[in-house]
């Protein structure tokens, strides 16, 4: 069975930078390809990053390039995700997914393409 554990989220101001972790059990990221999506009240939830594990590709959304990065460490099989520079808008529920659909190089910010989420820490940016 595949899990997905986040933390990291919490309330911080504008400006100010978190770090998200999403350790994986059953599974290896070595396989899966890994997405980081959010979810405001009232919004869709979209994509905001996305490492193709197989060849180490990333992605990152118009509205995080330059301040979110992604990363992993293999032997603790766990995801990041570092944000910086953070703003009010960028206040949601943050969710990893993984999966292993061939089809996630094209699109990588389409949540139908991911079988397995986390469960979603809150994240929230004061103005």
């Known amino acids: 069975e595949v899990q997905l554990v986040e933390s990291g989220g919490g309330l911080v101001q504008a400006g100010g930078s978190l770090r998200l972790s999403c350790a994986a059990s059953g599974i290896s990221f070595d396989d899966y390809d890994i997405g980081w999506f959010r979810q405001a009240p009232g919004k869709e939830r979209e994509g905001v990053s996305c490492?193709?594990?197989?060849?180490?590709?990333?992605y990152y959304a118009d509205s995080v390039k330059g301040r979110f990065t992604i990363s992993s460490d293999n032997a603790k099989n766990t995801v990041y995700l570092q944000l910086n520079s953070l703003k009010p808008e960028d206040t949601a529920v943050y969710y990893c997914?993984?999966?292993?659909?061939?089809?996630?190089?094209?699109?990588?910010?389409?949540?139908?393409?991911?079988?397995?989420w986390g469960q979603g820490p809150q994240v929230t940016v004061l103005s």
């Open positions: 997914a993984a999966d292993m659909s061939p089809y996630i190089r094209d699109t990588p910010f389409d949540p139908e393409l991911f079988g397995s």
């Open positions: 490492m193709a594990r197989r060849d180490g590709s990333t």
